[in-house]
């Protein structure tokens, strides 16, 4: 709803393709800047399968978070990230 800004729509779901392990995740190296259904869109969450349920997220998923976002700044202030 526009009057509830904490409110989100999911409007579409994208699978990749990634590589992992119970240590890393490999996401595809460069994701698509242009779709036409995506440009108003945001991250709404990734999924990353644990071997052991960590109360926070790891050290790696940090990074790996921070990279995510600073190579689409354009998802900022559409973005929710749940840990």
């Not at 490999?26 to 698509?32: C, E, F, H, I």
């Not at 779709?35 to 071997?51: I, N, R, Y």
Request: glycine share 2%.
């Amino acid at each position: 709803p526009p009057h509830n800004s904490q409110v989100k729509e999911a409007n579409a779901v994208a699978c990749f393709y990634m590589c992992d392990s119970n240590i890393a995740v490999d996401l595809p190296p460069q994701m698509r800047q242009n779709c036409l259904q995506c440009k108003d869109s945001g991250l709404l969450h990734w999924v990353k399968p644990e071997a052991l349920e960590l109360p926070h997220l790891s050290p790696t998923d940090v990074i790996s978070q921070d990279n995510l976002v600073s190579e689409h700044e354009q998802w900022g202030p559409l973005s929710i990230y749940v840990t």
